[in-house]
């Protein structure tokens, strides 16, 4: 594949999207050309996908390209950043064209829809794995950061939880949307843009709940309590916990709380802020739901409604994967 | 591996390097926050290693630590950019903490002499691959560029040629100097600054002299010929080739033009501007050679000192892969 490596970024890569006026040299030289605006900051991530571990070897092309590229821009989201710059790394057993159209389709599809533009990357041999590094911008000192929250703000979420995590549940019998919450994520880069200012602290939730505002918690020694019975979710995630029977019901509490690639954001803020932040995720139509509260006490503790605590099985992605 | 991959970046990737100043947050949050200063332009750049392909299985962790940042920086170099940061997507098959040492003691080693933070990335479960993304930072306006090459520029390479290659070759007995010339790459990083506004175009060989130079001179729908006697060579690549008797002939002239990996900058000076631009790079130690002249007809001809032309049998890194 070496030899048609610049052909193949050449003709699914190249020209396929309308300039930005900040990218003064884009695909093409040896490394891309970039103005940022003073005032300013650069906002930058990386992600690497890879087959079999991020993704299963059945993944479509298209959930691929989507995805690469979407949970970069939910790390920007939760910055506060405005996506402005992306670069890929594709590597590929084989040149498959019908393969590399979807993906590339689907890549520039959620690309186009936030103004994000390719402006360089690498095409190799090999296993199949997707690196993508996503370059947002924020107005200097705005940027969210997992750092900030204090004792009394409260704990927010946008969306719902567990649908992604559902969809890999084996013996789900999964619906198209919650098919569609794993493979297509929407990075929440509107509700990270509004909460600048407004936000103590933020992070996305990639690697499940309690897994992510535990990072969040670690670096201010804070910790939690969250209220386990007002954890949004779907009403497809709902419906598909009802197809499993008795065993759905553990589900229930733990899907939300420890499972995966929702790409939702997990954000604190000072009660006095709180009515603000509603109002202005209402406006841009993303539902955001209070489900618990920062406490001095550091670790996370989780309450039914009723009072009484509720001991999660799971604490996150990789022992999710263990168990499930 | 999932479960500790935050311990393995906390261990061996992070708090190794003194801050920049230009780092608001590096590894640790969503993402990195940078700040450009007011002037410059940035200048990014990705590429990958895949094991087996960019490298022997049989490569040390040192060798590919230290290549993986060395041939984006090399990018750099081509562009007239002052490296700043760096993202680092490592996937490996096992963690190994001898060959993770060996790996992160090579790549920082490379980036404190070029000053250069790592300040976010990935590691993940696979396939040995690494991404590297580096991020430099030039003036505005004043990068090099591929086009901008006139008839009559001449062209310009630095250091020697071949010597990575003739070290990739079946049947040579390979001398350190050489293995080096091929594991730890030196990018040449304070020539690409010292040429800017006088080289009127500039790239990396990581490909071949024929194959980079061919790339240069398409923007401009321009040709070249080629000196193919002074193309520079070194002492042990003259050795080298001696040792393998009869078989050597032929590789004088194709390695140091068509052989990949060398890394040293190709670049057009108009006549005028020649002297000064010897006068800089001799300031810095930087070895430059006169290889040829731009002309108006498309494509690269080449000459013997005899003034019979040479017809080159490959013509570039993935020819050459397939034939030798």
Redesign the interface.
């Known amino acids: 594949m ?2 048609s490596e610049f052909d193949i970024i050449q003709y699914y890569f190249s020209g396929r999207q309308p300039g930005r006026t900040d990218v ?2 884009g695909i ?9 605006a ?1 005032g ?9 996908l ?5 993704f299963p070897e059945s993944a479509t092309a298209a959930a691929i390209g989507h995805k690469a590229l979407a949970v970069n821009l939910s ?2 989201a ?2 506060g ?1 405005e996506p402005a ?1 992306a ?3 594709l ?1 590929l057993p084989v040149s498959d064209p019908d393969w590399l159209k979807a993906f590339a389709d689907a890549f520039f599809a959620l690309a186009d829809n936030h103004g994000v533009q390719l ?4 095409t ?4 199949l ?1 997707v ?1 993508v ?4 911008l ?1 107005p ?1 000192g705005q ?1 969210l ?3 900030g929250a204090r004792p009394g703000d409260r704990v927010y979420v946008t969306g719902t939880l567990g649908d992604a995590g559902l969809a890999l549940h084996e013996g789900v019998s999964v619906s198209p949307g919650l098919q569609a919450c794993l493979d297509f994520p929407q990075p929440r880069i509107d509700a990270g843009v509004a909460l600048r200012g407004q936000a103590s602290a ?3 939730i990639s690697d499940g709940l309690l897994a992510d505002l535990g990072h969040l918690l670690e670096y201010d020694g804070l910790g939690a309590t969250l209220q386990v019975d007002v954890l949004p979710r779907s009403e497809e995630f709902r419906a598909g916990l009802q197809s499993l029977g008795a065993a759905g019901e553990a589900l229930f509490y733990e899907l939300p709380l420890a499972a995966g690639d929702d790409y939702e954001l997990c954000f604190t803020v000072p009660e006095e802020r709180c009515s603000e932040v509603e109002r202005r995720l209402a406006e841009i139509d993303c539902a955001c739901t209070v489900i618990g509260v920062i406490e001095k006490l550091p670790g996370i503790r989780c309450n039914r409604s009723s009072g009484e605590p509720y001991h999660p099985v799971l604490s996150g ?3 999710f ?1 263990e168990a499930g």
Chains 1, 2 share one sequence.
């Open positions: 070496a030899e003064v040299a093409g030289d040896d490394a891309a050309l970039l103005s940022v003073p300013s900051e650069l906002v930058v991530c990386m992600d690497t890879v087959a079999g571990v991020h790390d920007l939760a910055m950043a710059w670069t890929l790394s590597t402006v360089g990357g690498d190799t041999r090999g296993p794995a690196t590094q996503a370059h947002g924020v200097a940027a950061r997992r750092r933020a992070i996305d992605y990789q022992h994967n």
